[in-house]
């Protein structure tokens, strides 16, 4: 493996870690914590199991994707959207109302875990549409095709 290669690598896993492994091990090992804040929004029992179920298989495998380059981008833009509808359902700054009291704000902590969940968003996009905006048409032609990120630093020294 060339350095281009274990750098890259390494910058996907960056991404990727806040999803896998922890948040998906948190999860597993306080399953009962997790639906109970999922219930926080969707009162009913059965459907906060299933989100969480349905959040772990993202957290699982979209990573994974990712990190081996298998349908990668396909896995970074279900990642994306999964950090904007977390940030928007359950980082709910505008609930507390003490956003601008002095000292400390339950609602400014949110904002800034808002903020991060979308600017996670936009690093996953950038494996989708590429630093320069043209692997946005291919994505478009086949999505679950691989943007091979290992493949084009082979031959590097």
């Known amino acids: 493996?060339?350095?281009?290669?274990?750098?890259?690598?390494?910058?996907?896993?960056?991404?990727?870690?806040?999803?896998?492994?922890?948040?998906?091990?948190?999860?597993?090992?306080?399953?009962?914590?997790?639906?109970?804040?999922?219930?926080?929004?969707?009162?009913?029992?059965?459907?906060?199991?299933?989100?969480?179920?349905?959040?772990?298989?993202?957290?699982i495998v979209m990573p994974l994707g990712i990190l081996t380059g298998v349908a990668d981008r396909f896995a970074a833009f279900v990642l994306a959207g999964y950090c904007a509808v977390t940030a928007i359902l359950f980082k709910r700054f505008w609930e507390p109302g003490d956003f601008w009291a002095a000292g400390e704000s339950k609602a400014r902590d949110l904002f800034w875990d808002f903020l991060k969940n979308f600017s996670l968003a936009?690093?996953?996009?950038?494996?989708?549409?590429?630093?320069?905006?043209?692997?946005?048409?291919?994505?478009?032609?086949?999505?679950?095709?691989?943007?091979?990120?290992?493949?084009?630093h082979a031959a590097a020294p």
């Open 1 to 59: 493996m060339s350095t281009a290669q274990v750098v890259i690598l390494v910058v996907r896993y960056g991404l990727v870690v806040l999803f896998f492994p922890a948040s998906a091990l948190d999860k597993l090992l306080n399953f009962r914590g997790a639906v109970t804040q999922a219930r926080q929004v969707f009162s009913a029992q059965p459907v906060a199991v299933a989100l969480i179920v349905i959040g772990l298989g993202v957290e």
């Open 122 to 152: 936009s690093g996953f996009l950038l494996i989708v549409v590429g630093l320069d905006g043209q692997a946005w048409h291919g994505f478009l032609v086949d999505p679950l095709a691989s943007s091979h990120p290992y493949a084009a």
